[in-house]
């Protein structure tokens, strides 16, 4: 089943896929931090960070080159099981480059979860690229 789980924590986790489409819209890397576990990992095409400082790092590199980024959403799957979740989202990114040109992505994250202290977070995230623009 794509959904499973408490009604409340599947809100909640949804949320969290928002907040950090807010957070990577809005180039706000306090918040984008706030969605990740302390020893989280984020995998991508480009590079495997592993704990907050790392993703702080990955994040100055990444916004060194973009002016604005649009970043969108889809929640495929959602399945709750205790303090852990397992989770599906459809992303697609628009990236204004600061030397010109828009840079779109679409792609697959898989991911875990985890709660601590009442709150979810990505414990880890592993993105497949399914479309890649690149200008130029």
Known sequence: MPFSGPMED????RELYDTYGD??????LDLFLACWDEDGVWNTQLFTRTGK???????GVLWTNFEKVAFL???????VEGDT??????QREEV????????RLSGLYSDRLVRANGRWHFKRRDYEVLIEEVPG
């Open 10 to 13: 599947r809100l909640a986790i």
């Open 23 to 28: 957070a990577s819209t809005r180039c706000d």
């Open 53 to 59: 400082a790392e993703m702080r790092e990955q994040w």
């Open 73 to 79: 959403a889809n929640v495929l799957s959602i399945e």
């Open 85 to 90: 979740a397992s989770c599906r989202a459809l």
């Open 96 to 103: 204004l480059l600061k030397s010109g040109g828009i840079y």
